[in-house]
């Protein structure tokens, strides 16, 4: 278990004036979690666990690299105000570029489940080679690129997250991992540093647009005429940047909202039923359960 005193005790290596808003408990998380010093410079952060109330971390990040690795969880994380992309259904890495201290912010549920790595590099360490110095001359401030974690990359990091032990060769484990993951994670930036490339102020616009909840009521040719690009090139994005075709994406959004108003508000199902796009509750009901595993009348009455 962890409270808010063990967490701000993680946080000190990547960042400063660290909070919790929660309830007054020793209990937030119910997990494994932990924050290695791998290297100087290179700091690894695990997580598999549960959060057992609904909380809001804040901080202020350093400067450097964070490349993350989400396995499993809706975790909603900021950085700056920019809300990270995270498919639902499918393992989702991310690289995002600090050039300053920024804002994070992390906003989780009480009983949803994370399972992530978090790599960050920092400016020195990034310096010590001139390939990787690049990067901090290239990359502005909050840039952001997928990458492709490989299947091994993925079977070690599951494993470190079911079971992180203690100990020299738990330590080397780790080590490794990070260094895996700081190879595959550079090697797209290392190949092609372009920010400036359209494809990738696409995928910015497509981010910012879907963020703000209009493209929930909109259909694809309306976001696609909004955004200045064809039906085509929107769908092309977003299986980059969700991995699955832009309705399904949007689908799962308005579950996810359904979800939450059916558990804090309390609203009837077929008030959920209706925030999600469908026009029959019995329909809704069978796709919320095929995303979430219960009925929407069980999500409702677990808050209770």
Not at 20 to 25: K, R
Not at 28 to 44: A, H, N, P, Q, Y
Request: hydrophobic share 40%; net charge positive; proline share 4%.
């Amino acid at each position: 278990m962890l409270g808010h005193d063990a967490l701000k005790r993680h946080a000190i290596h990547v960042s400063r004036r660290y909070r919790v808003d929660s309830v007054a408990d020793d209990r937030l998380l119910e997990g494994r979690f932990g924050v290695d010093v791998i290297d100087e410079g290179m700091t690894l952060r695990y997580a598999a666990v549960q959060n057992r109330h609904g909380m809001r971390n804040h901080a202020e990040m350093t400067p450097g690299l964070k490349l993350i690795l989400v396995m499993e969880g809706a975790v909603d994380v900021r950085f700056g105000g920019m809300r990270l992309p995270m498919a639902p259904a499918a393992p989702t890495a991310l690289l995002v570029n600090l050039r300053e201290e920024t804002a994070f912010e992390r906003v989780a549920e009480a009983g949803t489940r994370e399972s992530s790595l978090t790599l960050t590099l920092s400016p020195d360490w990034l310096q010590a080679v001139p390939e990787t110095a690049r990067l901090l001359e290239e990359l502005p401030h909050l840039a952001l690129r997928q990458w492709q974690p490989g299947a091994g990359l993925l079977a070690m990091a599951r494993s470190l997250t079911a079971a992180a032990g203690v100990g020299l060769a738990a330590r080397l484990q780790r080590e490794g991992l990070a260094l895996t993951m700081a190879g595959e994670g550079l090697a797209p930036l290392l190949r092609r540093t372009d920010e400036s490339s359209m494809e990738t102020r696409q995928q910015r616009r497509l981010w910012e647009f879907i963020d703000t909840g209009k493209g929930d009521i909109a259909t694809l040719t309306e976001i696609a005429k909004h955004l200045g690009m064809s039906v085509s090139t929107l769908q092309r994005l977003s299986q980059i940047c969700y991995g699955m075709p832009l309705q399904r994406h949007l689908r799962k959004r308005r579950l996810d909202a359904a979800n939450r108003a059916l558990r804090n508000d309390q609203i009837s199902v077929n008030a959920a039923a209706e925030l999600a796009g469908y026009n029959d509750a019995t329909n809704f009901a069978t796709a919320f359960r095929r995303v979430f595993g219960i009925t929407p009348r069980q999500a409702r009455e677990r808050k209770r």
